[in-house]
């Protein structure tokens, strides 16, 4: 039953709150990563261009949706697991300006950066039409993966796909 609301329910209550919402924010496996810069609720800037050399996790969410806020805490303990070793990880929330206190205070609870995707003064992985959507890109800014409302993120899964980009990234960086 979960599993079912996340494909439907929740797709259509994201296109029904932002009407003319048409394409995903998406990434194809394989290819470069499109263009993300947009300010963080920390005061700094994030751009995705300029993370080239680290592997990079983006996690697309909202406050009000709880499969989102529910895979928060094993992105957590990865950016924990592997921040230091050049791991940089954003969550980038779809909620709406007026909604931005809640996403603010859902972050508290997290140490990984926020910024809100109506800010984004770049933004080439378009829309949401679905959420959640995490991305990862490697150094070389390619997406290595994509989990989108259709699948469950876990510790394990995150994990798979993240952990072999670092160990590439260690072994670039000796």
């Known amino acids: 039953m979960r599993s079912l609301l996340r494909m439907f329910a929740l797709p259509a209550l994201v296109v029904m709150l932002n009407p003319g919402l048409a394409s995903a924010f998406s990434a194809t496996v394989g290819q470069p990563a499109s263009a993300l810069v947009l300010p963080m609720l920390d005061g700094t800037t994030f751009d995705l261009s300029?993370?080239?050399?680290?592997?990079?996790?983006?996690h697309l969410w909202a406050s009000w949706c709880p499969a989102c806020r529910a895979e928060m805490p094993a992105i957590e303990d990865l950016y924990k697991r592997y921040h230091?070793?050049?791991?940089?990880?954003?969550?980038?929330?779809?909620?709406?300006?007026?909604?931005k206190n809640a996403a603010v205070k859902v972050m508290e609870s997290f140490s990984f950066p926020a910024g809100m995707l109506n800010d984004a003064t770049s933004n080439g992985f378009g829309p949401p039409s679905s959420l959640?959507?995490?991305?990862?890109?490697?150094?070389?800014?390619?997406?290595?993966?994509?989990?989108?409302?259709?699948?469950?993120l876990t510790s394990a899964s995150l994990t798979a796909s993240v952990s072999p980009l670092m160990e590439a990234q260690r072994t670039a960086q000796h």
């Open 84 to 99: 230091a070793d050049g791991l940089t990880v954003i969550a980038v929330s779809a909620d709406r300006p007026h909604d």
């Open 50 to 58: 300029a993370e080239r050399g680290k592997v990079v996790l983006i």
């Open 132 to 152: 959640p959507v995490t991305i990862i890109v490697d150094r070389d800014g390619v997406v290595r993966d994509a989990f989108t409302a259709e699948e469950t």
